[in-house]
């Protein structure tokens, strides 16, 4: 478990006593998808979203979990990154319709930038991926090898950001004018699944 998460309470007992100096974040891992569905979330993988820079996994038991930490650990970006894999919509809006460089770990977008300045650099943009792992009864239309994992009896939902190859060319064009000082948000689509 990273650092900037202290732990994760199963219950509430097992809270951490100093509330002064930790904020706590409470949710339920049940979901509902327009079926009558019994499921909860078993996992979660975040990518280069916001403060999680790289991979980041995390396991979450059934029923009740309880995410600890201090200020600005990343607690409340996990319950964000949830929401946005399951729904689409970033601070109630369609993330179609407001994408920004700024959900992006801001440290991939400065070394991306970085990269192009070096001669006959070939650096591709970032990517943003949030995969929420099922687990629950009668989830075979989620199941597949869509995940990071490749594991083919795995079942969830993929919400990947990324580059889309469509504009190839006209991100080649745009690398030999040189320049770039933020990430070519115009060149990336959205592409959201479940596993199968």
């Known amino acids: 478990m990273p650092a900037h998460i202290t732990h994760i309470c199963k219950s509430p007992q097992n809270q951490p006593t100093n509330q002064n100096l930790q904020k706590s974040v409470i949710f339920p891992t049940f979901v509902n998808i327009e079926k009558s569905y019994i499921m909860h979330i078993c ?7 916001k403060r999680y820079k790289g991979s980041f996994k995390l396991h979450f038991d059934k029923g009740i979990n309880i995410l600890v930490g201090d200020n600005e650990s990343g607690k409340s970006t996990i ?12 601070n109630g809006k369609y ?25 006959a650099s070939t650096s591709m943009p970032p990517h943003i991926l949030i995969e929420i792992y099922l687990e629950g009864d009668d989830l075979a239309e989620f199941e597949g090898m869509n995940n990071s994992e490749r594991d083919k009896n795995a079942k969830g939902i993929s919400l990947k950001i990324a580059f889309d190859d469509k504009y190839s060319n ?10 770039i000082k933020t990430l070519p948000i115009e060149y990336y689509n959205i592409f959201w699944s479940t596993f199968a």
């Open 79 to 90: 319950i964000e990154a949830i929401h946005l894999a399951l729904t689409g919509l970033l």
């Open 43 to 49: 996992k979660v993988h975040i990518e280069n979203f």
């Open 95 to 119: 993330l179609r319709n407001e994408l920004t460089q700024y959900i992006f770990n801001n440290d991939m977008v400065q070394k991306y930038i970085s990269d192009l300045q070096e001669v």
């Open 170 to 179: 006209e991100y080649e064009d745009l690398i030999k004018l040189g320049g």
